[in-house]
């Protein structure tokens, strides 16, 4: 039988954090053996807010190193930019038709970035999540392991794939968000102030490439209060500490702290320091393997360009099999 097909990307708009790792990587990493993986840095979709084009490179092949010292092996899985696949934009092209303006204005993401760059509306933040079910569906991707923040663009990608086969015939399956049982799906950021990003509260973000003393700095300043209150329910900045340490330590290692935490005599300063030490030892081998890995370029290059073959070989027969449907068949 063949393997199922995932596909999954990351964004290349800055340094890669622990939300990144638990929400997709971790993921990508459990999957790489049973499915036929496609997994990419998505520099294009990192265009909308205007990078420095000399930073570009630099961060895609950044984000690939990371992805690479978190245990993703290039010899298993498809790992490529998305800008090497041209059979991506073609397919965006294809779906913005039948994309409708009023249903992309609505979308949450959207709206947070008219909020935040008003200065800076394109057509591409309106059509991000058609570059996105473009990406997904020019694989005929089945599951696609994402983070919480993702799933409204995979129902849009559904919405998407289904309009195209009542159009056209039967074609793209419905891509399903997938998560391994128990799996994290939001990492709030150590301010409590909402999830982990990479370009936003950066003091209250642990990066992967963060140096032990920066880690044990940010975890020091963690937002934490002043014990559980009768009758409450434990507040989502405190959950988020016990989950971090459940998971970059071991669930018996937070259980002492939850059960002095239910008990009324937590000592947050000790439990900091636990966590300080176990996310430290979690990045340190990340961080370390990324270093060596971003100073062979060569190396990186080569990755990259291999992943692109792989991918082109199945997105161009996806391509061709659409064209045909939509009609444009003239030779
Ligand atoms: P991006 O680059 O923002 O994030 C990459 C992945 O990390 C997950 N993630 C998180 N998970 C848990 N907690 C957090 N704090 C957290 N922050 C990020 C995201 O859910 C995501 O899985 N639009 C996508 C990139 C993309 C894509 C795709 C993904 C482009 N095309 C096709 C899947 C399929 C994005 O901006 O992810």
């Given at each position: ?6 596909v999954?990307?990351i964004?290349?708009?800055g340094?890669l954090?622990?939300?990144n ?9 459990k999957?790489?053996d049973?499915y ?37 092996d290039p010899?298993?899985?498809a ?8 059979e ?6 294809m ?18 970035k008219?909020?935040?760059?008003p ?8 059509t991000y999540?058609?570059l ?10 089945a599951?696609v ?8 663009h ?9 309009r195209f ?28 102030t909402g999830?982990?990003s990479?370009?936003?509260?950066i003091?209250a ?12 700095k ?10 559980p209150?009768e009758?409450?329910?434990m ?16 669930p018996?290692?937070?259980q ?11 000592r ?19 961080r ?8 062979d370029e060569a190396?990186l ?7 692109g073959?792989?991918a ?17 068949s003239?030779?």
């Amino acid at each position: 039988m063949s393997k199922e097909i995932v596909v999954s990307g990351i964004r290349s708009t800055g340094h890669l954090h622990l939300g990144n790792y638990f929400g997709a990587i971790q993921n990508y990493v459990k999957m790489q053996d049973e499915y036929n993986c496609y997994f990419f840095v998505a520099d294009y979709h990192a265009l909308t807010t205007h990078p420095d084009p000399k930073e570009l490179k630099t961060n895609v092949f950044r984000v690939l190193s990371e992805n690479i010292a978190s245990g993703l092996d290039p010899e298993k899985v498809a790992l490529y930019a998305q800008s090497d696949v041209p059979e991506i934009p073609e397919l965006y092209l294809m779906l913005n038709m039948i994309a409708y303006k009023g249903e992309l204005e609505k979308v949450p993401t959207f709206k947070d970035k008219v909020r935040l760059q008003p200065e800076n509306v394109n057509a591409g933040l309106l059509t991000y999540p058609v570059l996105m079910a473009a990406d997904i569906l020019i694989h005929k991707g089945a599951k696609v392991p994402v983070g919480k923040d993702q799933e409204q663009h995979l129902e849009m990608a559904r919405n998407f794939a289904q309009r195209f086969n009542t159009r056209y015939g039967d074609y793209f399956p419905e891509p399903q968000v997938f998560r391994f049982n128990n799996d994290t799906v939001k990492i709030m950021s150590l301010d409590g102030t909402g999830k982990m990003s990479k370009s936003e509260n950066i003091n209250a973000t642990i990066y992967l490439s963060d140096d032990d003393y920066t880690i044990r700095k940010k975890i020091a300043k963690a937002k934490t209060d002043a014990g559980p209150v009768e009758g409450q329910p434990m507040p989502d900045f405190i959950q988020n500490l016990f989950t971090l340490l459940s998971i970059t330590g071991s669930p018996e290692t937070a259980q002492p702290y939850i059960n002095a935490y239910n008990g009324g005599s937590i000592r947050y300063g000790d439990m900091k320091k636990q966590l300080a030490e176990d996310v430290v030892s979690f990045v340190r081998p990340i961080r370390e393997r990324s270093i060596e890995l971003q100073k062979d370029e060569a190396a990186l290059r080569k990755i990259l360009k291999d992943g692109g073959e792989k991918a082109r070989a199945s997105a161009s027969a996806v391509i061709s099999g659409a064209r045909k449907l939509i009609g444009i068949s003239y030779y």
